[in-house]
């Protein structure tokens, strides 16, 4: 589930994967929580991730060979670190790319430029 107090979680479950390797390709390497965290922080609260959309993202975006994971022990608990591979790396500008272009595409299909600037 994606808890989103500002955007469908359609809109984030289009994008989730482009925001975790977007992410990791500027931060390195962090653990889910973190990831979580990150997200909520840079967006002031209109996105945050749930722990059940986050991890089955993560595994797949692992499974893909596009992240590499570490444990870390930490006293008795155990933190995986997840960072992107050479092939996540690609993967991530190729999605920014895509993304970017769509948000273009989407301005001039719905004309928005011309609405606000009407406002």
Do not use: W
């Not at 975790?20 to 922080?41: D, S």
């Not at 967006?43 to 059940?52: A, D, R």
């Amino acid at each position: 589930m994606y808890l989103c107090t500002m955007y469908s979680s359609e809109l984030i479950k289009g994008t989730l994967k482009t925001i975790i390797l977007n992410l990791l390709k500027e931060q390195g390497r962090m653990y889910g929580y973190e990831i979580t965290q990150r997200v909520k922080e840079l967006t002031n609260s209109k996105i945050q991730i749930t722990e059940g959309a986050l991890y089955p993202t993560l595994h797949s975006l692992e499974k893909n060979g596009e992240l590499s994971t570490e444990k870390e022990y930490i006293g008795k608990r155990v933190r995986k670190y997840y960072t992107l591979t050479k092939q996540g790396h690609n993967t991530s500008k190729e999605r920014v790319n895509e993304f970017a272009d769509f948000v273009n595409t989407m301005r001039f299909l719905l004309n928005i430029e011309t609405k606000m600037n009407n406002v």
